[in-house]
């Protein structure tokens, strides 16, 4: 039986830098644990750009269709900001999400207890955080049509459709209640019934789909009473399903209640393909930091733990995810820290290659 296949693009700015702490990662895994992949390497964004003219090839798109799992590192930078619209290194990202249909974008919440002190809220509203937000990703008002700017009346016209269906919304609720099923079973679906038709057809259509997860405890909540209690107690909540807008912003607040964008991977997964593995790309939640980029200061670990995101829900390894995960754990616990991660304390920080060591030192460990 063949490798599982992953096509890991670096993108751009800290994204190789990052991503080759992940390489070593998978090498560790090959080497000590008998979990190999048929890794193969290509060019997104800006370095795609910088290339072939476009941010993302057709070949290179055939070849993210065919794979097993996508590893993207990070896009952009401020070299490409005055390219044209369409040639822009964020539209490889977003054909990418688009063309492989990756309807259900995963965003985990989950602050470590070495890090609850980096929050903007108090500790023992954040220790022990594990949430996971279920946004749609491919429909919705970033994609309705009509859309655009026009002239009405002498005055500027700017215009986006708010537009769901049935379908779309049954197979987001679909993940969202699987992915319950494997956590606590409870799901709170977020939307603005009170005000918009779109938000009503969501609450029936996730109220239908929960007639086939009895086990599940549903509750419904207007979207931005979930952004209000994401703040004042968000430990109420395990799982949340929300649409594409809503989920943008409610995933990046609760994002910040971990205290570090440099600690928060993604995952964003699609139909099932032949082999029932769904279509899968995984990406660390934080930017190029073109600021940093080149200078081994950034935080891998929301790259190794998207990679650890891919082994839970891309190959069937959810052992081994956890052993990574709590290699990771255990380095925070022992005071590792690159610099967005140093406190007032002060400190020398690790450089992005010194954190990967003292990973593989922990999974080591771990054997």
Not at 57 to 72: G, I, P, R, S
Request: with cysteine; net charge negative; glycine share 8%.
């Amino acid at each position: 039986m063949s490798n599982p296949s992953l096509l890991i693009l670096a993108g751009d700015g800290i994204g190789p830098e990052v991503m080759d702490q992940v390489k070593r990662i998978i090498t560790w895994y090959g080497d000590k644990r008998d979990i190999k992949f048929d890794v193969s390497e290509d060019l997104v964004g800006g370095a795609a750009y910088d290339k072939h003219g476009v941010p993302l090839t057709d070949e290179t798109m055939a070849k993210a269709q065919e794979v097993d799992a996508v590893l993207l590192g990070a896009v952009g930078g401020p070299a490409y900001d005055n390219l044209d619209f369409s040639v822009k290194p964020e539209r490889g990202l977003l054909r990418l999400r688009k063309e492989m249909d990756l309807f259900a974008n995963l965003r985990p919440a989950q602050c470590f207890d070495a890090l609850a002190d980096f929050s903007s809220l108090k500790k023992d509203i954040v220790a022990g955080l594990d949430i996971m937000i279920v946004r749609e990703l491919t429909s919705g008002v970033y994609f309705g049509e009509p859309r655009g700017i026009h002239i009405e009346d002498n005055m500027r016209v700017g215009i986006n459709t708010q537009r769901y269906t049935e379908a779309e919304i049954e197979r987001g609720a679909r993940a969202a209640f699987d992915m319950a099923m494997k956590r606590n079973k409870k799901l709170c679906s977020m939307e603005k019934a009170n005000v918009m038709e779109s938000g009503i057809l969501w609450r029936d259509v996730v109220t239908e789909v929960h007639a086939d997860y009895p086990e599940v405890a549903l509750t419904h909540m207007y979207a931005d009473n979930g952004a209000m209690q994401l703040v004042r107690a968000p430990k109420q909540f395990d799982v949340i399903y929300t649409d594409n807008l809503f989920g943008d912003i409610l995933s990046d607040c609760a994002a910040m209640l971990t205290g570090s964008l440099g600690m928060l991977p993604s995952a964003s997964l699609g139909s099932p393909m032949a082999n029932g593995r769904p279509k899968a790309m995984y990406e660390p939640v934080h930017g190029s930091a073109p600021d940093i980029t080149g200078q081994s200061k950034a935080n891998p670990i929301a790259c190794i733990l998207s990679f650890a995101m891919a082994l839970r829900y891309s190959f069937d390894q959810g052992e081994e995810a956890t052993r990574l995960e709590n290699a990771i754990e255990k380095v925070l616990a022992d005071g590792a820290r690159t610099g967005d991660l140093m406190g007032p304390e002060g400190g020398k920080p690790l450089s992005t290659t010194e954190m990967g060591d003292v990973i593989l030192a922990a999974l080591d460990a771990s054997l």
